[in-house]
């Protein structure tokens, strides 16, 4: 009796646990992110876009954590949704209302009435802070609608750096739980979709990503152009991921570090042929966006773009958080020069890294380019706590498409396998099905639930297929020799 409930208990699936004994680290996540937006709300100016977004997004975070702490299962899509909507939608609804809106978003509309009325983005003679435009030609392009239409809501740059980077995101999940290039679609495509956007949700709704977008911050569009770089590498697709971190290394400069990293990864992935296409694909659209630029007023263009960014024009740049790099100019002389050798230090050993051992992955290659972008950060004598969205968003995003990149279609069964051999979704799934019947492996006996023999498989003994009655071979004595 105790083996035969052995065999008749189910075999449990690690998918099919209970939601309570599996660790909630979604809370403790969501209770972090209200407490450091509360931080920045108390630790900044009364009037200022990012005190505003500090209180809004703390509410928001913490209705989503009460919200998870009712929902039995983990990173669900309630509690990311409204995190969501309390952390960036209802501070740009706010900000937008009474028009209060980061200053690069002054600068980036600003640049492109320059662009049309002069042929260059840039300044002539920038003196005060706002004069300068530290931001490559194509980001002028977020702009274009202010200058067509004026000053309204729906021109504003701010709102077009969230459908910058809303269109963006979905390419690169589409990228993911689309067609392949073989014409297969991933199974369960619902699923993987329902997936997808939960995930984003959550990767929009961390603060680091939710405050640019409030207050009009020019880096998540070009950080989502790199989300979809990194998921059309990770397909193969040499043009696509070319023209998408083109279109990134004509925003900023930060983007630019991707090139080699992803043409690296690319070399691993798809070969070197595909590796040279994205690296030609990529610089020929950078080039063309900003070379005509760089040639109409070539010192306008060094001295916002070159000069002013990396703190060594005559005019300090805004961005002045204290880190390393900050610090070491203003305690050690020289200390320009120093931050400009440690930065060209560490971008040295990540192309030798890059040559002497490559990325093999997608989510390898990403991490290589947070660690180089995070030590540019840290190492930069103007740099700001607000480029965390860099290494924060390339370490989380290509761990969290990893599942959907990974399902592929299974394979068709060989015409002569027997159909209680073929491989099924649930049989690599766990030992055991939905309904808590054992696994085949499991299983001691080949009858069916009415008891009659299985007919795939001829029983090797006659007590098998129920038959009590012995074979006439088996009363015969063996024959001496």
């Given at each position: 009796?105790?083996?035969?409930?052995?065999?008749?208990?189910?075999?449990?699936?690690?998918?099919?646990?209970?939601?309570?004994?599996?660790?909630?680290?979604?809370?403790?996540?969501?209770?972090?992110?209200?407490?450091?937006?509360?931080?920045?709300?108390?630790?900044?100016?009364?009037?200022?876009?990012?005190?505003?977004?500090?209180?809004?997004?703390?509410?928001?975070?913490?209705?989503?954590?009460?919200?998870?702490?009712?929902?039995?299962?983990?990173?669900?899509?309630?509690?990311?949704?409204?995190?969501?909507?309390?952390?960036?939608?209802?501070?740009?609804?706010?900000?937008?209302?009474?028009?209060?809106?980061?200053?690069?978003?002054?600068?980036v509309e600003r640049s492109a009435d320059l662009?049309?009325?002069?042929?260059?983005?840039?300044?002539?003679?920038?003196?005060?802070?706002?004069?300068?435009?530290?931001?490559?030609?194509?980001?002028?392009?977020?702009?274009?609608?202010?200058?067509?239409?004026?000053?309204?809501?729906?021109?504003?740059?701010?709102?077009?750096?969230?459908?910058?980077?809303?269109?963006?995101?979905?390419?690169?999940?589409?990228?993911?739980?689309?067609?392949?290039?073989?014409?297969?679609?991933?199974?369960?495509?619902?699923?993987?979709?329902?997936?997808?956007?939960?995930?984003?949700?959550?990767?929009?709704?961390?603060?680091?990503?939710?405050?640019?977008?409030?207050?009009?911050?020019?880096?998540?569009?070009?950080?989502?152009?790199?989300?979809?770089?990194?998921?059309?590498?990770?397909?193969g697709s040499a043009v696509p991921a070319g023209?998408?971190?083109?279109?990134?290394?004509?925003?900023?400069?930060?983007?630019?570090?991707?090139?080699?990293?992803i043409v690296a990864v690319l070399a691993v992935?798809?070969?070197?042929?595909?590796?040279?296409?994205?690296?030609?694909?990529?610089?020929?659209?950078?080039?063309?966006?900003?070379?005509?630029?760089?040639?109409?007023?070539?010192?306008?263009?060094?001295?916002?773009?070159?000069?002013?960014?990396?703190?060594?024009?005559?005019?300090?740049?805004?961005?002045?958080?204290?880190?390393?790099?900050?610090?070491?100019?203003?305690?050690?002389?020289?200390?320009?020069?120093?931050?400009?050798?440690?930065?060209?230090?560490?971008?040295?050993?990540?192309?030798?890294?890059?040559?002497?051992?490559?990325?093999?992955?997608?989510?390898?290659?990403?991490?290589?380019?947070?660690?180089?972008?995070?030590?540019?950060?840290?190492?930069?004598?103007?740099?700001?706590?607000?480029?965390?969205?860099?290494?924060?968003?390339?370490?989380?995003?290509?761990?969290?498409?990893?599942?959907?990149?990974?399902?592929?279609?299974?394979?068709?069964?060989?015409?002569?396998?027997?159909?209680?051999?073929?491989?099924?979704?649930?049989?690599?799934?766990?030992?055991?099905?939905?309904?808590?019947?054992?696994?085949?492996?499991?299983?001691?006996?080949?009858?069916?639930?009415?008891?009659?023999?299985?007919?795939?498989?001829?029983?090797?003994?006659?007590?098998?297929?129920?038959?009590?009655?012995?074979?006439?071979?088996?009363?015969?004595?063996?024959?001496?020799?």
């Amino acid at each position: 009796m105790l083996r035969a409930a052995r065999e008749q208990a189910p075999q449990a699936c690690p998918a099919d646990r209970s939601p309570h004994r599996e660790r909630r680290w979604d809370r403790l996540v969501l209770v972090v992110c209200a407490i450091s937006a509360l931080t920045v709300g108390l630790a900044s100016a009364p009037n200022t876009s990012q005190h505003a977004w500090g209180l809004f997004a703390a509410a928001g975070y913490v209705c989503a954590a009460l919200a998870a702490a009712r929902t039995p299962t983990p990173w669900a899509r309630v509690p990311a949704t409204i995190a969501v909507v309390g952390a960036a939608v209802l501070p740009l609804l706010y900000l937008t209302a009474i028009g209060r809106a980061q200053m690069e978003v002054g600068v980036v509309e600003r640049s492109a009435d320059l662009l049309f009325s002069s042929g260059t983005p840039y300044h002539p003679a920038p003196h005060a802070v706002r004069d300068f435009n530290p931001y490559l030609p194509g980001m002028a392009l977020f702009g274009v609608p202010h200058m067509l239409f004026g000053p309204a809501a729906f021109t504003s740059a701010r709102l077009w750096f969230l459908l910058g980077f809303l269109a963006a995101l979905a390419a690169a999940v589409r990228a993911l739980t689309g067609k392949r290039t073989t014409g297969s679609r991933p199974p369960n495509g619902t699923v993987l979709r329902g997936t997808a956007l939960t995930g984003a949700l959550w990767l929009t709704a961390c603060p680091v990503v939710a405050l640019p977008l409030s207050i009009g911050g020019v880096d998540p569009p070009v950080v989502a152009l790199l989300c979809l770089a990194l998921a059309f590498t990770h397909r193969g697709s040499a043009v696509p991921a070319g023209l998408a971190i083109g279109a990134a290394a004509a925003l900023k400069w930060t983007a630019w570090p991707a090139v080699p990293v992803i043409v690296a990864v690319l070399a691993v992935i798809a070969g070197k042929r595909a590796a040279l296409t994205c690296a030609a694909v990529a610089s020929a659209l950078a080039a063309l966006a900003i070379g005509p630029v760089a040639l109409v007023d070539g010192g306008a263009f060094y001295q916002n773009v070159v000069l002013y960014p990396f703190g060594l024009g005559p005019t300090a740049s805004s961005a002045q958080s204290p880190l390393l790099g900050h610090l070491i100019v203003l305690a050690v002389p020289h200390g320009e020069t120093v931050t400009m050798a440690l930065i060209a230090s560490s971008a040295v050993g990540t192309g030798l890294s890059l040559l002497l051992r490559p990325p093999r992955t997608t989510t390898a290659a990403a991490d290589r380019l947070a660690l180089g972008l995070a030590l540019a950060i840290l190492l930069s004598p103007a740099t700001r706590v607000g480029y965390a969205i860099y290494p924060v968003v390339l370490v989380a995003w290509p761990r969290f498409t990893a599942r959907l990149a990974t399902e592929r279609p299974a394979p068709r069964p060989h015409p002569g396998e027997r159909p209680h051999l073929r491989p099924t979704v649930a049989s690599r799934l766990c030992t055991g099905t939905a309904s808590g019947d054992p696994s085949p492996r499991h299983r001691t006996s080949t009858r069916t639930p009415t008891g009659s023999p299985s007919p795939h498989r001829r029983p090797r003994h006659p007590d098998a297929a129920g038959d009590p009655r012995p074979t006439p071979g088996a009363l015969r004595s063996p024959k001496r020799p």
